[in-house]
């Protein structure tokens, strides 16, 4: 089989029209906005012309099926409120080359797939966590955006549509581009990644409960102020963290919330939010453990009552060990030397499918690391390469 | 002249029914609120019948004048929206009881006063800084409340009663006696109070901008991190602040606003607010200083730009070395060996007051240093305490 890139740019660009923002080549395309059933619409009348069978599933997962047991590639094609145009998009679109040029060379069986809402109208990665079988769509219904739609009422416009949930069996494995959407490869000037691990995320909320006090009356060595201990507990986090991360490990305090939030205050509560990402399950949980630790010794230092959550998260995915091998084959010889092994900070489709065939994810480099905003971009001539090195290995497979 | 402390408590009791919150002791009595306005009817009485001239001026602030230049002894009867029942209405009480006493002795000539809207429900200690000539009327009428309401169509229910503003001449100083509001006293076991100086406070917002980003994707050295950067310079703050401040010093955080304040996104600005406070002006600026310095090694560390805004504040001001020595000799006959000299590390109308006319202030202990709650109290062997000290030190004077 041999892709077109001519023909691949320009299905690139023909899905951006779909939902342009007006500012550079940005997107905007919620799920089951009417730009984003405008897009589905015209990526069955592509799927169709390719001689692949269009399916939706009843929660508006877009399928081009190749006859039997085939290989699956894709992405998502819904963006953010202020999307970039590559996003999910490149990953669809060249699914869908590689399936019409393997259509066209008479095998081997190759489909496509556009999953929705991975940009979290509702849930996060909400099409794929129901496909999965990770949430059930009894569940999933009950979600709602942030003008309170829920995803019942959304998905109405489509069950007109719908057919059938798939049987997993039906494909022999997934294969997901995307951009990188960091900076790493940028940076180094490496033009393909080679995804090894979906990192896993951990999330909790804590609370520091001090005392609130008049600002201008209270002694500092009688205060228990909670915005203190929140600064000593990220000072000392920093701190112990140090001999436990990796470069790859990443954590942010993201959202604080301060009680009564007045200059004139002494802060008696601030609550935050506690996120960190890491591939490796084993120091996602020795994090937690020290995040735990440094709680309690502030809270004895500072005079505060520490309140932790439940911890929430995903756990790390690997990507399968042949489709990593077929990757790098691809990637050196394609592009010998510029390419690397490396695990995703961000969560994906990928994360899911891992769960249920085997799954192997390849990035192409953010221009600026920068991703989810409308100067989104990646070089062409990346692009390209990027479509040729999932064929070659979808040729291995 | 020979104060009545059974009729001091019983008029302080009585004050105290005029938005009584039904929490303890507690009140609510808002400036220009019905019970404020009815609770100043109500003093305007007593004063009619201590044989004193009650007279309200145009801002509502409320005098008993005594005949002749007298000494001008009083507080302010408004409070917090959950306030304590002590807070200004014990150092009116004490000044009306003082005058009565006084009147009734036949001299010496004294006065009594109830601020208008020492709480800042439109500024702060408006009625007297418009009285004192430092914020003229017609920009205090553009203060508005939380809830949109204008100083000038608050004071409208009261123009009916309002006279002209007084001159300072008619007074030879001013005294006002305060519960402490803070810890020092309570915890010293000490009963007495004679205020040295009301604190100078410095107040500026600061805005650290860095970059947004995915928390995912964006390695932790690539980051410009706003709410980093905010606990770095916490942190750098607390270490160069040591050579500088004493015990009496006190600097707050107390506001915080991040940006976005999502836990999946590194936060790319934060403002926040800054205050000190501090009875010498040379110390005040030396702390300036240092939040100048600290933010620029912050900016240069943490890659983001900030930004100061202009420094507000209210100048420390001196009591009279008079008076002070008055009050100081008062205490001693009174409680010897049960007092100290002190700073103010709360606002007062006396604050104002020292622009114009020799000033002292005495406080008495606050049960727990809680104060602007309804849980506020005194024992009430200190509050006669306090009446006895005031009313030795206005005979000396």
Known sequence: ??????????????????????????????????????????????IAGAGLAPHFDPVGNLFGLAPGKSLLIGSHSDTQPEGGWLDGALGVIAGLEIARAAAEAGGPPISVVSFQDEEGRFGVTTGSDIWSGKLSLAEADLFT?????????????????????????????????????GPWLDQSSERIGVVSDIVGIRDMRITFEGRQNHAGTTPMHLRQDAFQALSAFNTKLLDRFANVVTPATVWTIGHVSLHPNASSVVPGRVTFSMQWRDADLDRLGRMEQIIREVSDEIAGDHGV????????????????????????????????????????????????????????????PSIG?????????????????????????????
């Open 1 to 46: 089989m041999q892709v077109n890139e001519a023909r691949f740019l320009s299905d690139l660009h023909a899905l951006r029209q779909f939902g342009a923002s007006g500012v550079g080549k940005g997107v905007v395309r919620r799920a089951f906005s009417e730009a984003d059933l405008a897009a589905r619409e015209w990526l069955a009348d592509r």
């Open 145 to 181: 955006d942030t003008d309170g739609v829920t995803l019942a009422e959304a998905r109405q416009t489509v069950t007109g549509q719908a057919g059938e949930f798939l049987s997993h069996d039906r494909f022999s494995g997934f294969l997901e581009m995307h951009i990188e959407q």
């Open 305 to 364: 009552k520490a309140e932790l959550s439940p911890v929430l998260g995903i756990d790390p995915s690997a990507m399968d060990d042949r489709i990593q091998a077929a990757f790098k084959q691809a990637a050196e010889e394609a592009a010998p030397g510029s390419w690397r092994s490396m695990p995703s900070g961000a969560l994906h489709d990928a994360a899911n499918m891992a769960a249920v065939m085997p799954v192997g994810m390849l990035f192409v």
């Open 369 to 397: 690391g920068i991703s989810h905003a409308f100067d989104e971009d990646t070089d062409e001539s990346d692009l390209l390469l990027g479509l040729q090195v999932l064929a070659r290995a979808a040729r291995l497979l």
